[in-house]
């Protein structure tokens, strides 16, 4: 048990002492890229266990159509697109923290989910409809403690004041949506592109 705790104390730590924690991942070199991956594969875990094992009382999806693996495909590419457009903007904003740094500190900023998804997915099942609310605070609690720990990780990694990190995060949405463009448009002339291509080899064949 020591082992394993020592294994995940890094992340326990954060949950408990923010500022601190986030400060030793940065700047002690306390924090490692495994520990952060871990714990990411834990939240996409949680939410399949989640999605397959939650009560049908609040859970609303057929498990003979549900694909965890799509989830999980989101939501990591929600996260891959969140560093990337808050590192393209702290560039640009004397941020100090590396692409690396900000991964790190949103994936330890999970804990609080994995905490709290697979406990209340286990409550679900115990629940009538007309106390479904208890599991839904749970996961909004760990949600709302992700955000705060999510802000002060941003904070602790580039160095910022509170003010300039709200700013930044919201330039770093406005970079995300400006990259979602600029990937649907690639994707749709890729796919008029193709449509082109095999078109014309189509026609070259029947000649």
């Not at 904070?155 to 979602?180: D, E, M, P, Q, R």
């Not at 448009?185 to 029947?206: C, N, R």
């Amino acid at each position: 048990m020591s082992k394993v705790f020592g294994f995940y104390s890094l992340p326990l730590r954060i949950m408990t002492r923010p500022f601190e924690g986030f400060y030793a991942m940065k700047y002690q070199r306390e924090g490692t890229l495994k520990i952060a991956v871990i714990n990411l594969l834990l939240v996409l875990i949680s939410y399949a266990i989640n999605d397959q094992y939650a009560s049908l009382v609040v859970n609303p999806q057929n498990p003979l159509t549900l694909n965890s693996l799509n989830n999980a495909v989101m939501i990591v590419g929600a996260l891959i697109l969140f560093c990337v457009s808050n590192w393209s903007v702290t560039s640009l904003t004397d941020g100090e923290g590396r692409l690396k740094d900000i991964f790190m500190a949103m994936c330890y900023a999970m804990t609080p989910l994995v905490l709290t998804i697979v406990p209340a997915t286990i409550l679900s099942n115990f629940l009538s409809a007309d106390e479904a609310g208890f599991y839904f605070m749970i996961l909004a609690v760990g949600m709302m403690y992700f955000i705060f720990l999510v802000f002060v990780g941003l904070v602790t990694v580039h160095n910022y004041g509170a003010g300039k990190a709200v700013l930044t995060i919201f330039l770093t949405f406005f970079a995300l949506l400006v990259i979602v463009f600029l990937l649907t448009l690639l994707l749709s002339l890729w796919q008029q592109l193709w449509v082109f291509a095999y078109s014309i080899y189509t026609e070259l064949m029947f000649r």
